[in-house]
């Protein structure tokens, strides 16, 4: 019996329910074994919290032999490399743009001045301030219900979430408006998840590693290869969208492109500094470096330095 880890909530039982139902097709007896973690057991915001506050647990319990392997929403995973562990599948990846929830079947757009938006993610924050709609911004934490509700009730006018997770817990019917990455570019990682085990255990690496999907880790690998070189954390007002591209040579033959965009904005959204580049999947990682040597020389560690980094 595989025993796979994964935080309690909603969202990430379901996430982890697709890689176990996965298994069990494949032939493989699999369950869930539920592991509380510090940011299921805290109301602060995450950029208070800390990065990994949703996976250090996960990971103590596989070092410890609680269970085999856990699913974690990649995006939540430190840049820093554990030599204890590997990932050793990336899925197809969700859709990994931001959405809007709003009163009244509004977009972004159409809500008024004044209007109280709430997310606790310094990346949104930066961005929706950048936009000048005069939006006020409050600190948003709790599951995806939770957050849904604070509209519903009238306590928030929107919240901005990750269209991902509402898709996966078959919510998506509340989104008002999905972001484009022109508007608000994701977390880096973000709509992905990552299936992590022991790295000694090689035959449970080989297992899993069917479920990898070649184009959604090239772009997961190029957006936190930005991030990890910023040295900027998961909490960090920074964005990155990666994506596998066909594009067509002078002869006519298709091949494969990797295309990065990445932004560093100021909190109070006074300033937005923006990259992009494009390379190949196989370097994937050389094109992350690539867009935030480009970021830096625009002027990104300055904005970085001004909030004081969380590495």
Same mark, same amino acid.
């Given at each position: 019996?595989?025993? !796979?880890?994964?935080?309690?909530?909603?969202?990430?039982?379901?996430?982890?329910?697709?890689?176990?139902?996965q298994?069990?097709?494949?032939?493989?007896?699999?369950?869930? =074994? !539920?592991?509380?973690?510090?940011?299921?057991?805290?109301?602060?915001?995450?950029?208070? !919290?800390?990065?990994?506050? /949703?996976?250090?647990?996960?990971?103590?319990?596989?070092?410890?032999?609680? =269970?085999?392997?856990?699913?974690?929403?990649?995006k $939540?995973?430190?840049?820093?490399?554990?030599?204890? /562990?590997?990932?050793?599948?990336?899925? =197809?990846?969700?859709?990994?743009? @931001?959405?809007?929830?709003?009163?009244?079947?509004?977009?972004?757009?159409?809500?008024?001045?004044?209007?109280?938006? *709430?997310?606790?993610?310094?990346?949104?924050?930066?961005?929706?301030?950048?936009?000048?709609?005069?939006?006020?911004?409050?600190?948003?934490?709790?599951?995806?219900?939770?957050?849904?509700?604070?509209?519903?009730?009238?306590?928030?006018?929107?919240?901005?979430?990750?269209r991902?997770g +509402?898709?996966?817990?078959?919510?998506?019917?509340?989104?008002?408006?999905?972001l484009?990455?022109?508007?608000?570019?994701?977390?880096?990682?973000? *709509?992905?998840?990552?299936?992590e085990?022991?790295?000694? @255990?090689?035959?449970?690496?080989?297992?899993?590693?069917?479920? $990898?999907?070649?184009?959604?880790?090239?772009?997961?690998?190029?957006?936190?290869?930005?991030?990890?070189?910023?040295?900027?954390?998961?909490?960090?007002?920074?964005?990155?969208?990666?994506?596998?591209?066909?594009?067509? @040579?002078?002869?006519?033959?298709?091949?494969?492109?990797?295309?990065?965009?990445?932004?560093?904005?100021?909190l109070?959204?006074?300033?937005? !500094?923006?990259?992009?580049g494009?390379?190949?999947?196989?370097?994937?990682?050389?094109?992350?470096?690539?867009?935030?040597?480009?970021? /830096?020389?625009?002027?990104?560690?300055? +904005?970085? @330095?001004?909030?004081?980094?969380d590495?």
């Amino acid at each position: 019996m595989i025993r !796979i880890g994964t935080r309690g909530s909603l969202l990430a039982t379901t996430q982890a329910g697709v890689v176990r139902d996965q298994l069990v097709a494949a032939g493989h007896d699999a369950e869930l =074994v !539920i592991v509380s973690t510090d940011g299921d057991r805290s109301d602060a915001p995450i950029a208070e !919290i800390g990065v990994g506050v /949703f996976t250090a647990a996960l990971r103590e319990a596989i070092a410890e032999g609680t =269970v085999d392997m856990a699913v974690h929403s990649y995006k $939540d995973l430190p840049t820093a490399t554990d030599p204890r /562990f590997v990932i050793a599948a990336i899925p =197809v990846r969700a859709d990994a743009r @931001d959405a809007l929830v709003a009163r009244d079947g509004m977009v972004l757009g159409e809500l008024p001045n004044g209007s109280v938006i *709430g997310t606790s993610s310094p990346r949104r924050t930066a961005q929706l301030r950048a936009l000048g709609l005069g939006l006020e911004i409050r600190p948003l934490r709790g599951n995806l219900d939770t957050r849904l509700n604070r509209v519903s009730s009238g306590d928030l006018d929107a919240v901005v979430v990750a269209r991902a997770g +509402l898709a996966r817990i078959g919510r998506l019917e509340a989104v008002t408006e999905t972001l484009e990455p022109v508007q608000m570019l994701p977390a880096p990682a973000q *709509g992905a998840l990552a299936v992590e085990c022991r790295a000694g @255990d090689t035959a449970l690496a080989e297992l899993l590693a069917e479920l $990898d999907d070649a184009d959604t880790r090239a772009a997961v690998t190029a957006e936190r290869a930005l991030l990890a070189e910023l040295e900027a954390g998961c909490s960090a007002p920074v964005g990155a969208i990666a994506e596998v591209v066909e594009s067509i @040579d002078e002869d006519g033959r298709v091949f494969l492109e990797l295309s990065l965009r990445g932004c560093v904005a100021t909190l109070d959204g006074s300033d937005v !500094i923006r990259a992009s580049g494009i390379g190949t999947p196989d370097r994937a990682r050389e094109l992350g470096l690539s867009v935030a040597a480009e970021l /830096f020389e625009l002027g990104a560690r300055e +904005l970085l @330095d001004e909030r004081g980094r969380d590495v």
